[in-house]
């Protein structure tokens, strides 16, 4: 697997090169201290003047700059004087505009979405169940009891739901499949919002399925306890089987592309 | 610092850019305007949406921003659809990566969930289009194998066994991390002399992997191909990583 490799290999779809715009580079530059955590969450950065001076360049290069920065969610601007900008760490969804529009170009469907959640999070389960440690398990034992909680007072357990899978996936300690995960709630918790906005179930049912996801949380907490990953795994594969239809319903069920949900 | 305090996250009025940017952003996304098409002229799309010319190219400027169009300068100027594959998202996602600590080898662990199962999919479920493509692929390949290009294959053969398989979802996610992981290559393998004999006897090993793979999934063998992948996985990360699987996603893209 080695050999010298160039980057940008997958670049290659006839966007031209053209040199970097001035905005770009100062964008870039406070990208990097955000990065390396030179400038953290809600701190402001240096006013505007410092800015210029530091970096050479004018006020509207400067507000070009903050503007890019503003659409990747990484800083909020403050207009009218003083004005300013303060960084603010984007969680997943802020990436998942830029990663739903390309589901949404290449036409994917929410049960192919449910699908790939469905290679990770299984995984996942066996991992918290195999390699967690206590605090891991403790954790999502108490997410459970929050969901009962929910349920026991009669109040929608939809988010929370979302959040048992989110935890569990993060719990596991893969970041990279935690942030992948983030994104991909962000979408599935859209299209939910969406449905169960204009549906208007039965209380027995929903109260029903709130039941069957409890049962099977605590099954899965049962197994995380005892170990026993193998069985974590197949059980939750189980139970994202039996609940697919319940996600993806809804006038269309999974042939929804996640550009209806989106734009 | 200095600076009264508000609310964390104030709610202000969209900017008219931002509006003419979802504007246009909906249009790309509901196909109505194709790749490597040109969006109308200025004056046009000035008259159609009510806005001046800098509160246009703002708004340009915020989808060139995304890799969603290229801007020409200078006249005629405008700006030209450009549909971004997995690498435009590579950037932001990256981002989060790094925000979180994220390390190479928690993003290497990452792909060894989601390759195996992809390699199973495509075995018991591919259609025998995409069994054939794999095939292709590994012809290429097996062209490469004292090329300079082989490394940046590697991660293609990879990279094709996932959207083979037929899940979008996770071939855009594979898309993202095949970036991360070439920029990665590229920084570590820079220094190397590529040619080495050590070197080519890795590319041998990596190909006769490809060709096992292949055999697996035309031979449908699910289960097989993901063992297979998932023990070719193990073996190549040792390699791959020459005790740098510390190194941060911060230190590829920053």
């Not at chain 1, 601007?77 to 300013?84: D, L």
């Not at chain 2, 570590?188 to 590529?194: G, L, Q």
């Not at chain 2, 190549?236 to 190194?247: K, Q, V, W």
Request: charged share 25%; aromatic share 6%; no cysteine.
């Amino acid at each position: 697997m080695t050999s010298h490799v160039t980057s940008g290999v997958f670049s290659g779809n006839g966007v031209p090169v053209r040199p970097k715009k001035m905005a770009d580079i100062v964008a870039g530059r406070i990208r990097r201290m955000i990065a390396r955590g030179e400038v953290t969450d809600g701190e402001w950065l240096p006013t505007e003047p410092a800015l210029m001076a530091e970096f050479g360049v004018s006020r509207p290069t400067l507000r070009e700059a903050f503007r890019l920065l503003e659409a990747d969610s990484l800083v909020s601007i403050r207009r009218g004087p003083p004005g300013g900008a303060r960084v603010t760490i984007p969680g997943p969804e802020a990436a998942a505009n830029q990663f739903g529009m390309l589901l949404t170009l290449s036409g994917t469907t929410l049960a192919d979405l449910y699908e790939a959640r469905m290679t990770i999070e299984p995984a996942a389960a066996r991992a918290i169940a195999e390699r967690g440690t206590n605090a891991d398990r403790k954790q999502l034992a108490e997410l459970l009891e929050q969901v009962r909680a929910a349920a026991d007072a009669d109040q929608s357990v939809d988010r929370m739901i979302v959040r048992f899978h989110q935890s569990l996936v993060e719990l596991s300690g893969n970041k990279t499949l935690a942030t992948v995960t983030g994104m991909l709630n962000e979408i599935i918790t859209r299209h939910i919002e969406q449905v169960f906005a204009d549906t208007h179930e039965p209380a027995e049912d929903v109260a029903a399925n709130t039941r069957r996801a409890l049962r099977a949380y605590e099954r899965l907490v049962e197994l995380v306890d005892a170990r026993d990953g193998e069985a974590a795994e197949k059980f939750w594969i189980k139970h994202m089987k039996a609940a697919r239809p319940y996600v993806l319903k809804g006038g269309t069920r999974g042939a929804t592309q996640v550009v209806d949900l989106l734009y | 610092m200095t600076q009264p305090a508000e609310a964390r996250n104030p709610v202000r009025p969209k900017k008219m850019a931002d509006m003419v940017a979802d504007r246009i952003r909906r249009l790309i996304a509901r196909g109505e305007i194709g790749d490597g098409e040109w969006l109308p002229t200025e004056p046009a799309l000035m008259a159609e949406f009510g806005v001046s010319r800098p509160t246009l190219r703002e708004a340009f400027r915020l989808l060139e921003a995304d890799s969603l169009v290229s801007i020409r300068r200078g006249p005629p100027g405008g700006a030209r659809v450009t549909v971004p594959g997995p690498e435009a998202a590579a950037n932001q996602f990256g981002m989060l990566l790094t925000l979180s600590g994220t390390t190479i080898a928690d993003l290497y662990e990452a792909r060894m969930v989601i390759e195996p199962a992809a390699a199973r999919d495509l075995a018991q479920r591919g259609t025998a289009a995409a069994r054939r493509a794999l095939g292709d692929e590994l012809e290429t390949i097996r062209t490469l194998v004292e090329s300079a290009e082989f490394g940046a294959q590697t991660v293609r053969f990879h990279r094709r066994v996932v959207e083979l398989a037929g899940n979008k979802t996770l071939a855009t996610v594979i898309g993202m991390l095949s970036e991360i992981v070439v920029r990665h290559l590229a920084r570590v393998y820079d220094e190397t002399p590529n040619t080495s004999a050590e070197t080519l006897a890795n590319n041998r090993k990596a190909l006769r992997a490809y060709e096992k793979l292949t055999e697996l999934v035309e031979a449908r063998d699910g289960a097989g191909a993901e063992r297979f992948w998932t023990r070719h996985m193990k073996a190549a990360r040792s390699h791959l990583f020459r005790g740098e699987d510390e190194t941060q996603v911060v230190d590829l893209l920053y």
